[in-house]
Nanobody, 123 residues
Framework: QVQLVESGGGLVQAGGSLRLSCAASGRTFSLYAMGWFRQAPGKEREFVAAISWSGETTYYADSVKGRFTISRDNAKNTVYLQMNSLNAADTAVYYC????????????????WGQGTQVTVSS
């Protein structure tokens, strides 16, 4: 049993920043990799960022590399996504996910998902 709850979404103007949080419960959090995905209306859910169980290895989609930072605090069972220099193309529902022990960008490898949090960037 794993439960993930995202928070921190909202409305922001272009060029602004938001920090998303994902609180996990139900199993030993520190043993699993975590990922962030997003889905805009009419589009497939896409990979955004992932982090290894140790927090020492990260990977980003090309569309967000250099602007977004994923991090985790295993003592707090929480993963974060710091989003800077936001633009209208970043508007989507953002989901955190877990399941694999090794870092992966493949959506189908993630078996547990949060409910999502809306991020809207005004232009």
């Amino acid at each position: 049993q794993v439960q993930l709850v995202e928070s921190g979404g909202g409305l922001v103007q272009a060029g602004g920043s938001l920090r998303l949080s994902c609180a996990a419960s139900g199993r030993t959090f520190s043993l699993y990799a975590m990922g962030w995905f997003r889905q805009a209306p009419g589009k497939e859910r896409e990979f955004v960022a992932a982090i290894s169980w140790s927090g020492e290895t990260t990977y980003y989609a090309d569309s967000v590399k250099g602007r977004f930072t994923i991090s985790r605090d295993n003592a707090k069972n929480t993963v974060y996504l710091q989003m800077n220099s936001l633009n209208a193309a970043d508007t989507a529902v953002y989901y955190c996910a877990t399941g694999p022990r090794a870092l992966t960008t493949v959506l189908t490898r993630y078996t547990y998902w949060g409910q999502g949090t809306q991020v809207t960037v005004s232009s």
